[in-house]
């Protein structure tokens, strides 16, 4: 006779099926997020392109330091997007797009 504490296979099986909805619920969020940081960071760079004034070398040489970081933190966040992206496919599983494999 089965005890009332352990669950059947479906039982087990739907409770997993809910763990990783909520799971990839929660990368999407999060790749969302990064993504529209993203775009934040390069809109900033372009705003900053036309705000700051290049008349003189302090301005040229803010908008130059400037730019350099925003390029240092896209790569940084880019590279965190990626890698929330490859959990996302790893875990919905066969949809990740084939790419010539």
């Known amino acids: 006779m089965e005890s009332e504490t352990s669950a059947s296979?479906?039982?087990?099986y739907e409770k997993r099926i809910a763990y990783f909805s909520e799971q990839a619920k929660?990368?999407?969020?999060?790749?969302?997020?990064?993504?529209?940081?993203?775009l934040a960071i390069v809109l900033l760079g372009a705003a900053s392109v036309?705000?700051?004034?290049?008349d003189n070398a302090f301005g040229?040489?803010?908008?130059?330091g400037f730019l350099v970081l925003l390029?240092?933190?896209?790569?940084?966040?880019a590279f965190r997007h990626q890698s929330?992206?490859?959990a996302l496919f790893t875990r919905a599983g066969d949809?990740?797009?084939?790419?010539g494999r």
């Open 95 to 99: 949809d990740e797009p084939e790419c």
């Open 60 to 64: 040229v040489g803010v908008l130059a």
């Open 50 to 54: 036309i705000v700051i004034p290049k």
């Open 9 to 12: 296979p479906a039982e087990r």
């Open 26 to 38: 929660t990368f999407d969020a999060r790749s969302r997020r990064y993504s529209n940081l993203r």
């Open 84 to 86: 929330v992206e490859e």
């Open 71 to 77: 390029v240092i933190l896209f790569a940084i966040v």
